[in-house]
Nanobody
Framework: QVQPVESGGGLVQAGGSLRLSCAAS????????LGWFRQAPGKEREFVAA????????TYANSVKGRFTISRDNAKNTVYLQMNSLKPEDTAVYYC???????????????WGQGTQVTVFS
C-alpha cells in the first residue's frame, strides 16, 4: 500500500515550466506503476502520463506529448512530472496515483493523492 502526496503546483505564465513531485509513503513504492492525471473545473479527470515500476516504460496523453516528462526515483519513493511550454489549457488540479499496470485508465489506479493546483495564465 502507498499513499501519494503531490507538491510543486503553482501559478505560471504560459510558456513557462513547473515540476510536480509525488512522494509516496510505503515500502512497496517500487512495486507500483505511477500515473499523473488532471481535472479542470467542469471537466472529467483525464490521463496525463504514466511510468512503469522500473521507469523503463512511459506513456503520455497526446495533449502533453513532447512537453511533459514523467520520471521516478525509487530510492526516494518519488515520481516527477516535468511540465514545459505550459498552456492555459493545462490549468487543472493534478493528481498522482499508483497502479499495478502502466495504463491511462483511471479506474485501474488504486491509490490517489489529494492533488496540487496548476494555473497557467496568458
Amino acid at each position: 500500500q502507498v499513499q501519494p502526496v503531490e507538491s510543486g503546483g503553482g501559478l505560471v505564465q504560459a510558456g513557462g515550466s513547473l515540476r510536480l513531485s509525488c512522494a509516496a509513503s510505503g515500502r512497496t513504492f517500487s512495486s507500483y506503476a505511477l500515473g499523473w492525471f488532471r481535472q479542470a473545473p467542469g471537466k472529467e479527470r483525464e490521463f496525463v502520463a504514466a511510468i512503469s515500476r522500473s521507469g523503463a516504460t512511459t506513456t503520455y496523453a497526446n495533449s502533453v506529448k513532447g512537453r511533459f516528462t514523467i520520471s521516478r526515483d525509487n530510492a526516494k519513493n518519488t515520481v516527477y512530472l516535468q511540465m514545459n511550454s505550459l498552456k492555459p489549457e493545462d490549468t487543472a488540479v493534478y493528481y498522482c496515483a499508483a497502479s499495478s499496470a502502466v495504463t491511462p485508465r483511471a479506474t485501474l489506479y488504486d491509490y490517489w493523492g489529494q492533488g496540487t493546483q496548476v494555473t497557467v495564465f496568458s
